[in-house]
């Protein structure tokens, strides 16, 4: 897939801006903008308009739920649910086309150990 070509923000200012938009730059963008609505403008500034080649996009990707603190094991689960139901979620955002499918494989892990 081709990156698509360079567009200027649609402002000239912002409220708000965030310099990258892998997982941790979208997702603070997504919830700003449930909690503040139309109320602030937000631009996210991401050197891959395409994401493929973002931060996230390269990772290995592992998500971890098992920890001795609940509130970890609780964090995890909904992190998961969030990317389980990207698609849907994402949907109002995109009207003429379908939204990003994020690949999403749930595979486990396999630990082996000594007796």
């Known amino acids: 897939m081709a990156i698509p070509p360079y567009k200027a923000p649609s402002r000239t200012a912002y ?8 997982v941790i730059g979208s997702s603070t963008a997504y919830w700003l903008t449930q909690a ?9 500034v991401e050197r891959d308009s395409s994401y493929e ?3 996230t996009a390269l990772s290995t990707s ?3 739920q098992q920890y001795s603190n609940p509130i970890n094991v609780k964090i995890s689960q909904f992190g998961i649910e ?3 139901g990207f ?4 949907a109002p955002f995109y009207k003429d086309e379908p ?5 999403f ?7 082996c150990c000594s007796p």
């Open 62 to 64: 592992a998500i971890r």
């Open 105 to 111: 494989r749930e595979h486990g892990y396999l630990y």
């Open 53 to 55: 080649f973002s931060s």
């Open 36 to 44: 503040l609505g139309n109320g602030a403008s937000i631009l996210v």
């Open 82 to 84: 969030i990317i389980r």
């Open 87 to 90: 698609q849907e979620r994402m």
């Open 99 to 103: 939204a990003p499918d994020l690949g």
């Open 15 to 22: 409220d708000i801006v965030i310099v990258g938009g892998a």
